[in-house]
């Protein structure tokens, strides 16, 4: 029996040829494809500038000490995330104040948000959790309010639009991730983009060792440059993106479609505000009735890849280890995590496949809802 996999990169020989090419000319590191990358992306997202990484852990990294987050300070980060969102608030001896999810959207929950603000919060990183854009309105008239600042962690939603605008150009800053599994990938690579020419000169320096020019050190910086192979693979990733998304979005027709008289099946909830979804990933719900790893396992037996997201940050050991037990402070984010499943949606992916996913989720909640 064939497996079907939770995601699968699009690339062929464009970028093969593109590596090939970056490898021949001799130049590796840092150099012109990447600033060629640079330029192109914020073109795309319509920002200002745009600063290029290794990674998106370290796009997040540079651009919380660019917000001047120091020692002591407060971040406002959603319990439901990747863990670097929370771990970056660590690497500058902050503090990540925890934040309930939205039972609908699984992104920050404005309520709790506003709740948790102190003399102490310093600034709020919203994650745009799935591809699914956070209320960017709201949460910079919040952080207006309270003189914070608001790093966007856009890494999953490349390619949507807020209420007529491209993710990546609302924010005071946004960071993205390329990681393969992502709607376009450079194997690794991450980006900042923002309009403030300060704030990007920061960037700049800070993942490059903090120079202003060669062995002119000038901040305590990071390696945290991209290499011209990753940009090579980026700049023929940008070319096909649009027919990425058109693809997900016939995809995300089908799903829908398919579930759509399926009574233990909460299909993904678009709040009005979002013009475009990106789609990183199709969540379903399913009713509270149902075991969600029960659901997974046997989609598992029957070769179906899933996800079931990341685990809420206050759920995690280390946060546990570091700040006790704070179960009773997140019913929301436990429930809603507790109750989603990830499933296939990537470029490729054959329509038999899809046909299959459904079916096969269908008989599972069908049988389970029957005993």
Known sequence: MKTIPMANPFIGEEEANAVFEAVNSGWLSMG???????????????????????????ALHVAMIAAGIKDGDEVLVPDITFASTANVVLYERAVPVLVECDSKTFNINLEDLEKKITEKTKAIIPVDMNGMPVDYNEILEIAKHHNLQVIADSAESL????????????????????????????????????????????????R????????????????????????????????????????KER?????????????????????????????YMYTITLNSSINRDEVVNKLK?????????????????????????????FPISTKAWGSLINLPIWVGLPKADQDYIIASVKRIIDSLCEG
């Open 251 to 279: 995809i995300v027709e089908r799903y829908n479609v398919g579930f759509k008289d399926c009574l233990g099946v909460i299909t993904p909830w678009l709040p009005d505000y979002v013009d475009k979804h990106a789609w």
């Open 159 to 206: 390619g949507a639009i807020y209420k007529g605008k491209k993710v990546g150009s609302i924010a005071p800053m946004h960071i993205f991730s390329f990681f393969p599994n992502k709607n376009m990938t450079t194997g690794e690579g991450g980006m900042v983009t923002t309009n403030n020419s300060q704030v990007a000169k920061a960037i700049s320096q800070l």
């Open 301 to 329: 037996e029957l070769g179906v890849e899933t996800r079931t997201s990341f685990p809420p940050i206050h759920a995690q050991p280390f946060y546990i280890d570091r700040f006790g037990d704070q179960r009773e402070g």
């Open 32 to 58: 012109p494809k990447v600033a060629e990358f640079e330029k192109d992306f914020a073109e795309m997202v319509g920002s200002k500038y745009a600063i290029a990484t290794n990674n998106g852990t370290a």
């Open 208 to 247: 490059n060792m903090g120079q202003d020019y060669r062995y002119h050190h000038i901040l305590l910086g990071f390696n945290y440059r991209m290499t011209e192979v990753a940009a090579a693979i980026g700049l023929e990733q940008m070319k096909k993106l649009n027919s990425i998304m058109l693809e």
